[in-house]
């Protein structure tokens, strides 16, 4: 059974960084690398969004127009472990973030598509 535990999350200005990061355990890190991995997001009041993902056999990313370069997310599959580096973060980023994880090399968009999910991790960006 595969998990995942994200961390990272906190408390930040507007225009501020942070790196959360998504363990998976369970697997081999063989396994892990033919996962395709994504970070979504959801706001108070919101429904869960998409933010960023990034598959296997060439590490090809995707993002929500809203984070287009000032996210970036990257994988270590030696680690089992994926990032996302969010930079000149803004109060509309607040949320809490989710890791997902589905076995199969696609790019998934929506949460239904995926299998596995991390119990989620808080961003607060104040202004």
């Known amino acids: 059974q595969v998990q995942l535990v994200e961390s990272g999350g906190g408390l930040v200005q507007a225009g501020g960084s942070l790196r959360l990061s998504c363990a998976a355990s369970?697997?081999?890190?063989?396994?892990?690398?033919?996962?395709?991995m994504a970070w979504f997001r959801q706001a108070p009041g919101k429904e869960r969004e998409f933010v960023a993902l990034i598959r296997w056999t060439d590490s090809s990313t995707s993002y929500v127009d809203s984070v287009k370069g000032r996210f970036t997310i990257s994988r270590d599959n030696a680690k089992n472990t994926v990032y996302l580096q969010m930079n000149s973060l803004k109060p509309e980023d607040t949320a809490v973030y989710y890791c997902a994880a589905r076995l199969s090399d696609a790019s998934y968009y929506r949460s239904d598509q995926y299998n596995y999910w991390g119990q989620g991790t808080q961003v607060t960006i104040s202004s």
């Open positions: 369970g697997i081999t890190f063989i396994t892990f690398s033919r996962y395709t």
